[in-house]
């Protein structure tokens, strides 16, 4: 028809500008945080634009959503002031609201595929990239001249001479205190490996000098020709939650656990909220004329907050045992559905209200006369 394919359109337009909009300002704010990360020696800087990429592509489905959302509500605004919607009532036509879901489906299948499928995947290559910047980030960003910790603050190290592009160190010292004992050690060159998924630094030419911590006057004293020292991981370790983002749709399918059924629940209702909100910006989006286009977006916005936190409190509730697993979420959208039908019914409730009270006025004219 060629009316929905005029609005069609219209709201592919202004959700290609919105989606811009929200990516830059999410991409801004992800990427000031890696680069405080990276400034504080946590975060290898080689690792700021993977992460920030594969962090993108794991929260489009909560950037999605919204746009969409707010991309229906601005086009059917734009039809409203301009009074095209007034033309199309004034021809027998209603606004397209089957042509608006049967879009909106479309669409909805495309983020269901991301929510499924892909942002898991995302958010575990994203697990396995900190888990390797984590451990490069216990003495990655070396400097030459300066003291650095590592070993959560246990250890000190100091290099005089550092060559990045061969991965090559000099005159190196260390010293690390150990639960039973302190160790010193003195080298003259070394370098950063990595075996099997686990970063060492590999000492060359030096002297190692051990003393336990009831005697410190007591040293034993090593030589060597090269000394590897494991580095273990510096940053935090992924929390459950984000291990359960990580899983893959076909686990959380066939698993009995209460968490890994919320994570699944929450994956589900991504589509579907796309087919609510798309509903809901049909009535909300009534304006007139003077009222301009942009009069309903903070209401817009508002309301998807509202909506977006109640998801997240009932799947916290259920993650607890608070509220049953065949409940679920699902009483959230439920809530939508009702507060749509009533937005959507408003009008001609409007339309009986009118009838009825001139039916009122009829009779007791009637009756007076």
Not at 67 to 86: N, Q
Not at 215 to 220: A, Q, R
Not at 240 to 266: F, G, V, Y
Not at 275 to 284: C, G, K, T
Request: with cysteine.
């Amino acid at each position: 028809m060629i009316i929905n394919r005029y609005l069609y359109r219209e709201i592919i337009y202004t959700l290609l500008s919105l989606i811009l909009l929200l990516l830059l300002i999410y991409v801004s704010n992800r990427f000031i945080g890696y680069l405080l990360q990276a400034a504080s020696g946590a975060l290898p800087a080689r690792f700021i634009f993977q992460l920030l990429g594969i962090r993108i592509l794991g929260d489009l489905t909560l950037i999605l959503p919204i746009g969409f959302f707010l991309s229906i509500l601005l086009a059917l605004g734009r039809l409203y002031k301009d009074s095209e919607i007034t033309a199309l009532a004034a021809c027998g036509i209603p606004v397209p609201l089957n042509g608006i879901l049967f879009f909106a489906t479309v669409f909805a299948f495309f983020v269901g595929v991301l929510s499924l499928y892909i942002s898991p995947w995302a958010k575990s290559l994203e697990m396995g990239l900190r888990t390797q910047a984590a451990n490069e980030a216990e003495i990655g960003g070396i400097e030459a001249g300066r003291f650095k910790e590592f070993l959560k603050g246990q250890g000190v190290l100091y290099v005089e001479t550092v060559e990045s592009e061969l991965n090559h160190l000099e005159v190196i010292f260390a010293q690390a205190y150990l639960p039973d004992k302190r160790i010193v050690m003195t080298a003259k060159q070394a370098y950063q490996t990595i075996k099997d998924q686990e970063l060492f630094l590999v000492l060359q030419n030096g002297h190692r000098y051990e003393s336990p911590h009831e005697n410190p006057l007591s040293y034993t004293v090593v030589d060597f020709t090269e000394h590897s020292i494991r580095i273990p991981r510096h940053l935090n370790a992924a929390t459950p939650t984000e291990n359960r983002a990580a899983l893959p749709t076909s686990i959380l399918w066939h698993s009995a656990k209460i968490e890994d059924k919320a994570e699944l629940q929450w994956r589900f209702s991504l589509p579907l909220a796309i087919l609510l909100l798309s509903a809901l910006a049909v009535p909300l989006s009534r304006t007139t004329p003077r009222q301009g286009q942009y009069s309903k977006i903070f209401f817009g916005i508002l309301i998807v907050l509202i909506y977006s936190n109640f998801l997240s409190i009932a799947k916290k509730w259920v993650e607890r045992g608070e509220v049953p697993i065949w409940v679920g979420i699902w009483w959230v959208h439920l809530l939508m559905f009702i507060v749509i039908a009533l937005l959507l019914g408003y009008p001609r409730l409007q339309q009986y209200w009118r009838r009825y009270q001139h039916q009122q006025i009829r009779v007791k004219k009637t009756s007076f006369t």
